[in-house]
């Protein structure tokens, strides 16, 4: 999936964690964005990629492109490490659920992801898409029809709390 996919499914799942949580949503989907690209940390030609490339040089270099950064190792990791260094955890919360929304969209692709790191097995849905397709941009379309549902949702929330 592309950039813009994988940030409007951060706020989409931020979002919907949102709905369930007593997090502050702002907070959730700030972080949920920067989650949802973390992965791609990966790819030179990232949107993070781009934003910080020596280290996505040197992580392209070790793994490879959609594999460990694309494992559940990986948001186990990086769980553990934000735990203890960051002490909010709504902020946590929204990094690790932008990541988790990363992995399962690109789930969708026709490459998949290394899931299960160190093993080299890769997991797709049954259907998959090729990126930036036009099954992408659809997938596109309704995340973001769905983002403006749970936030028109949590805005009605908010006002009638007023």
Do not use: W
Not at 1 to 24: E, K, P, R, V, Y
Not at 62 to 84: C, D, E, I, K, W
Not at 131 to 158: D, H, P, Q, W
Request: proline content about 4%; some cysteine; glycine content about 10%.
């Amino acid at each position: 999936m592309q950039g813009n996919t994988h940030i409007i499914g951060g706020i989409t799942a931020s979002l919907a964690f949102a709905q369930i949580s007593n997090d502050n949503p702002f907070v959730l989907v700030g972080a949920g964005v920067i989650g949802a690209l973390l992965p791609d940390i990966c790819h030179g030609g990232s949107k993070i990629g781009r934003t910080f490339p020596l280290i996505s040089k040197m992580v392209n270099k070790l793994f490879g492109h959609r594999s460990f950064t694309h494992s559940l190792l990986f948001v186990v990791l990086v769980a553990l490490l934000l735990q203890t260094i960051i002490p909010y955890p709504s902020i946590v919360a929204g990094l690790l659920i932008g990541m988790s929304s990363h992995i399962i969209l690109d789930m969708g692709t026709k490459q998949g992801v290394k899931l299960f790191f160190p093993f080299n097995m890769s997991v797709h849905f049954p259907l998959t898409t090729r990126t930036g397709g036009k099954v992408e941009k659809i997938v596109f379309t309704l995340l973001s029809v769905l983002s403006l549902y749970l936030s028109y949702e949590l805005i009605s929330r908010f006002i009638s709390e007023i």
